[in-house]
């Protein structure tokens, strides 16, 4: 099957980058679906206790999801680069490259995930009714962390050469047959949490092995021999070398988030089910501007190389305007109409109240994001990772973490002031990254007069 890539270089800026991010969107959408439909199903089928161990596995395994996608963005920059460059003919090498990097980092992953399970639970404060629902979910996922590294993998490969078309169909089936395997698990079987974990990581694997088919199919910009797959030290660091400050942002903006479900989690199963619900509807709520921002990226990246920095400051600001539109839709809907959203994913009265609360103070996110996601896309493109990392502790570790502490120390406690710890750290990082811009801005007007 021959599919034409996109070179974004040349020609009109917002259309391109519409029909780019759209497909990321779509993709982001149905991805979102998987923990989505776990919670969905599990709300309405089993128990509040299985509410909350799945909210809190999926937020364990969905900051380690969000590492792996950061180490995964690595091999977007480059390919990008190369592609803007014209050395698109590098490629073969990046891709087997990357094969083998990242085939090692899930070995280690998964198995030092394996060996602590029910540590992670115990720090996570699940609630003892929801414990050993939490550990075996968690469990369960670990297994599959082959499939979620193989699936933000080939991910990376399919947007480097800006195609973002395939990820969005595979998806879309793995979807399909999550949806279907959480009827059956836990509906039918009544697996409650476990059977939830089971039909995420089964869908995973059929995304894999449809991407692997679709893959061979493609007409590539470059060739890719038997030989290429090894390890290469070289591609491996440059991989690396971009993908390892994202990675760790994530990581470490992830473990903020730990903290404060953590503090959730000991205020009792309530306010625990009613932030995972919460967070559920965060993350479609979020999604136009973290399309932008993984689009972003993939833009810039091509005219980082080809020089053409106009272009990428154009994206940049078509970006934010689109990413804005939705983010106050977003913002009225969540703070006024929370409760309507929450009752999509569970039948209890004060598990809704409660998640609720939280989302109100995720309404105030909804317009910070639209700038602060596409500023960080707009970074990573450039390869200025390292500053994206910096400003990502900055606001996980200097203000998220310490305000949310710092509300659920306040009576009576408020689950929508601890949820202020969030926009919080949008707002301090969007400023960041507003004077980084300002501090970079002459060198890359030089790079564009090259």
């Known amino acids: 099957m021959a599919e034409k890539q996109n070179t974004f270089t040349e020609g009109?800026?917002?259309?391109?980058?519409?029909?780019?991010?759209?497909?990321?969107?779509?993709?982001?959408?149905?991805?979102?679906?998987?923990?989505?439909?776990?919670?969905?199903?599990?709300?309405?089928?089993?128990?509040?206790?299985?509410?909350?161990?799945?909210?809190?596995?999926?937020?364990?395994?969905?900051t380690?999801?969000?590492?792996?996608?950061?180490?995964?963005?690595?091999?977007?920059?480059?390919?990008?680069?190369?592609?803007?460059?014209?050395?698109a003919s590098q490629g073969g090498r990046t891709v087997g490259a990357s094969i083998v990097f990242f085939a090692i980092i899930a070995v280690v992953v998964s198995a030092g995930m394996l060996l602590n399970?029910?540590?992670?639970?115990?720090?996570?404060?699940?609630?003892?009714?929801?414990?050993?629902?939490?550990?075996?979910?968690?469990?369960?996922?670990?297994?599959?962390?082959?499939?979620?590294?193989?699936?933000?993998?080939?991910?990376?490969?399919?947007?480097?050469?800006?195609?973002?078309?395939?990820?969005?169909?595979?998806?879309?089936?793995?979807?399909?047959?999550?949806?279907?395997?959480d009827l059956f698990c836990v509906a039918v079987l009544h697996m409650g949490a476990a059977g939830a974990a089971i039909a995420t990581v089964a869908s995973q694997g059929v995304s894999v092995l449809l991407s692997l088919i679709l893959i061979r199919r493609m007409s590539m910009p470059f060739t890719m021999e038997k030989s290429d797959v090894r390890f290469d030290g070289e591609v491996s660091g440059r991989i690396f070398g971009f993908g390892f400050p994202i990675a760790l942002e994530n990581l470490l903006v992830g473990l903020s988030f730990l903290v404060i479900m953590a503090i959730v989690n000991s205020l009792g199963l309530t306010a625990s089910a009613g932030v995972g619900v919460a967070e559920k509807v965060c993350a479609f709520i979020m999604l136009v501007p973290a399309a932008f921002g993984q689009s972003m990226a993939a833009f810039v990246a091509q005219n980082y190389g080809a020089g053409k920095i106009d272009r990428a400051y154009k994206a940049l600001r078509y970006g934010i305007a689109a990413s804005l539109c939705a983010g106050l839709l977003m913002g009225y809907l969540s703070f006024f109409q929370g409760d309507v959203l929450c009752?999509?994913?569970?039948?209890?009265?004060?598990?809704?109240?409660?998640?609720?609360?939280?989302?109100?103070?995720?309404?105030i996110d909804c317009i910070l994001t639209s700038f602060f996601f596409c500023f960080t896309g707009f970074f990573n493109g450039c390869g200025y990772t390292k500053f994206v990392m910096i400003q990502g502790i900055i606001g996980a570790f200097l203000v998220?973490?310490?305000?949310?502490?710092?509300?659920?120390?306040?009576?009576?406690?408020?689950?929508?002031?601890?949820?202020?710890?969030?926009?919080?750290?949008?707002l301090v990082q969007t400023i960041l990254c507003?004077?980084?811009?300002?501090?970079?801005?002459?060198?890359?007007?030089?790079?564009?007069?090259?």
């Not at 391109?16 to 199903?41: E, H, K, N, R």
């Not at 380690?64 to 014209?86: K, P, Y």
């Not at 029910?118 to 939490?134: H, Q, Y």
């Not at 009752?343 to 309404?363: H, M, P, R, T």
């Open 12 to 62: 009109k800026i917002f259309g391109p980058l519409m029909q780019f991010a759209l497909p990321v969107l779509a993709a982001l959408l149905l991805q979102s679906l998987y923990g989505a439909v776990d919670l969905l199903v599990v709300g309405k089928f089993a128990t509040s206790a299985d509410v909350s161990a799945v909210a809190t596995g999926a937020q364990i395994m969905g």
């Open 64 to 87: 380690i999801t969000n590492v792996l996608a950061g180490l995964a963005m690595g091999t977007t920059i480059l390919l990008g680069q190369e592609i803007g460059e014209g050395k």
């Open 117 to 181: 399970i029910d540590n992670l639970s115990t720090v996570m404060n699940a609630p003892e009714e929801a414990f050993t629902a939490t550990s075996s979910y968690t469990r369960i996922c670990s297994w599959g962390l082959i499939f979620i590294v193989a699936y933000n993998l080939l991910g990376s490969l399919f947007r480097g050469l800006g195609n973002s078309k395939i990820p969005l169909l595979t998806v879309a089936i793995a979807a399909v047959c999550n949806i279907f395997g």
């Open 343 to 363: 009752e999509i994913f569970s039948n209890d009265s004060e598990v809704v109240q409660a998640g609720w609360q939280y989302l109100k103070a995720y309404s």
């Open 400 to 426: 998220r973490v310490p305000v949310s502490f710092l509300m659920s120390k306040i009576e009576p406690v408020s689950l929508f002031r601890i949820g202020l710890a969030t926009p919080a750290s949008s």
């Open 434 to 450: 507003v004077c980084y811009l300002l501090h970079v801005k002459k060198k890359l007007d030089e790079r564009g007069r090259i």
